[in-house]
């Protein structure tokens, strides 16, 4: 197993706070991560680590074998590939689709005095095809729909054929059909055994592609659970990480999340009592939900 990062006690403080707060965590190159989390429970930052964009106050953070503070960021940077919305803001509007995405070689963002060669365009093309993006090559950024914007950014991030690829929240923003295209086109690059380690952060569970392998669910800059897919997503955990009672399964590869209706919660803790009376019942089926909270 190569692993390509490795979290120990990782912490970021900002404010006088930890916003990471003494973090441990392994990805192996063959395994596809979600994180998941609520609103501030430090899921950017920890891209920000992985992407060798922020150092850790303490602790250590090993990125693709390389530890941050005795590595030159510059040159691990182009060996990772991220798509995020800071990222996307840095992009300027009337730069063009192909630009946006032939830069990455250089890990700039606005085409100036660099020379690319034919072999850079081509890749810039064959990514783009990649995420069904081919036909926007010489459209200026600017114009794009919030969904094609994503599939670009995506198509960046795979621009140096990266070592680790890391997407925060890819899907947000999307309407339904945009998500669920980009969806399966996450799951067809997450299939391929060719393809990066993949770290991709999210709040909707509905927007993991299938063939992801792991979860870490973060609350309050801390991890609440990590671990295979299977075992960790279930509506415990997630009840756990956002503080709030529900239920999750999945159909055929792919996750569902809900409250729990305060009706049920009343009727759960009656069948629990009853049950508690009752012989085992069978494991459930792999269509049915992973586990009441
Ligand atoms: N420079 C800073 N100074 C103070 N607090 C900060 C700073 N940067 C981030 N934070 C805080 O750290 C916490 C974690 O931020 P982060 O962006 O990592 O959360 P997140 O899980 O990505 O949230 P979201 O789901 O809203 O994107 C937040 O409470 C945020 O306000
Ligand atoms: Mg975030």
Redesign the pocket.
Known sequence: MVEVLRFEAATVV??GRP?LDRLDWVVADHERWVVL??????????LQLAGALLHPTSGRVEVLGERLGAVDVFDLRPRIGLASAALAERIPAEEQVRDVVVTAAWAVTGRWREQYDGTDEARADAVLAMVGAESLATRHFGTLSEGERKRVQIARALMTDPELLLLD?PAAGLDLGAREDLVTRLAAIAADRWAPAQVL?T?HVEEIPSDFTHVLL?RD?RAVTAGPIGEVLTGRNLSEAFGTRLRAGHIRGRYWARAVPPSQELRGRHARRAAAALPPQPAPGPDDPLGEA
């Open positions: 900002r404010g916003i989390g609520p609103n501030g429970a430090g899921k950017t930052t920890l929240e952060v709040h973060l800059g």
